[in-house]
């Protein structure tokens, strides 16, 4: 990805899933928003995006960041949200036996007491591989990788859902589940 995609990128991800106000751009419930409206705000915003831009962002986005919708209208982002404007109706899915979450070390003590929590997005997120896991704990500090007993947990009632872009989602994982 470019300089420039990089920075689109993140320009997407601030607005389809965190603070879409901020643009004058609202999301549905489902986070959808029409890619038109979206590039009309964000220009007037003082961000240069264009169709194209859109496109190849999306096309090369290592994690799927953003779903373009059938007809081609409509973008929303696939996860991470924590704008309260959006509660999408993730699918429900049993998980793998095990699945993963990367943090860094100096959450640790917190976590072994609260367990995982979703602190300003909507889920914890969880990955079925860990090297995924590894690069977002890396993005805090010295990354360490946590195994999640994903199956145990459904058995037991917990819920899991998975986004359009593979990432699986749950609500709180308390620490028993964690190793
Ligand atoms: C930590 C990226 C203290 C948690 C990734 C994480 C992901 C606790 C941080 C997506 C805790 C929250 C989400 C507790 C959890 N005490 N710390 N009890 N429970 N934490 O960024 O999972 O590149 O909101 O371990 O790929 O890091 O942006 O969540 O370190 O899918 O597309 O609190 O963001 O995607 O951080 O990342 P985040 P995350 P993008």
């Given at each position: 990805m470019s300089k420039q995609h990089t920075e689109i990128s993140k320009f997407l991800s601030f607005v389809l899933r965190h603070k879409p106000e901020t643009i004058g751009l609202t999301l549905d419930a489902e986070g959808w928003t029409n890619i038109d409206l979206l590039i009309a705000?964000?220009?007037?915003?003082?961000?240069?995006?264009?169709?194209?831009?859109?496109?190849?962002?999306?096309?090369?986005?290592?994690?799927?960041?953003?779903?373009?919708?059938?007809?081609g209208l409509r973008i929303r982002a696939a996860q991470g949200h924590s704008t309260p404007s959006v509660a999408i109706a993730h699918v429900e899915k049993q998980p793998p036996e095990f699945l993963y979450h990367g943090?860094?070390?100096?959450?640790?003590?917190?976590?072994?007491?609260?367990?995982?929590?979703?602190?300003?997005?909507?889920?914890?997120?969880?990955?079925?591989?860990?090297?995924?896991?590894?690069?977002?704990?890396?993005?805090?500090?010295?990354?360490?990788?946590?195994?999640?007993?994903?199956?145990?947990?459904h058995q037991q009632g917990f819920k899991f859902y998975l986004a359009d872009n593979g990432v699986w989602m749950t609500l709180h994982v308390p620490a028993a589940y964690l190793q």
């Amino acid at each position: 990805m470019s300089k420039q995609h990089t920075e689109i990128s993140k320009f997407l991800s601030f607005v389809l899933r965190h603070k879409p106000e901020t643009i004058g751009l609202t999301l549905d419930a489902e986070g959808w928003t029409n890619i038109d409206l979206l590039i009309a705000r964000a220009n007037q915003s003082g961000q240069a995006l264009t169709l194209a831009l859109i496109q190849e962002v999306v096309e090369t986005s290592d994690k799927k960041r953003f779903t373009v919708s059938e007809d081609g209208l409509r973008i929303r982002a696939a996860q991470g949200h924590s704008t309260p404007s959006v509660a999408i109706a993730h699918v429900e899915k049993q998980p793998p036996e095990f699945l993963y979450h990367g943090t860094a070390t100096r959450f640790l003590d917190s976590i072994r007491e609260q367990g995982l929590l979703p602190g300003s997005r909507h889920y914890v997120h969880l990955s079925e591989d860990e090297q995924t896991a590894t690069a977002v704990g890396q993005r805090y500090g010295k990354p360490v990788v946590l195994k999640v007993k994903a199956m145990l947990m459904h058995q037991q009632g917990f819920k899991f859902y998975l986004a359009d872009n593979g990432v699986w989602m749950t609500l709180h994982v308390p620490a028993a589940y964690l190793q």
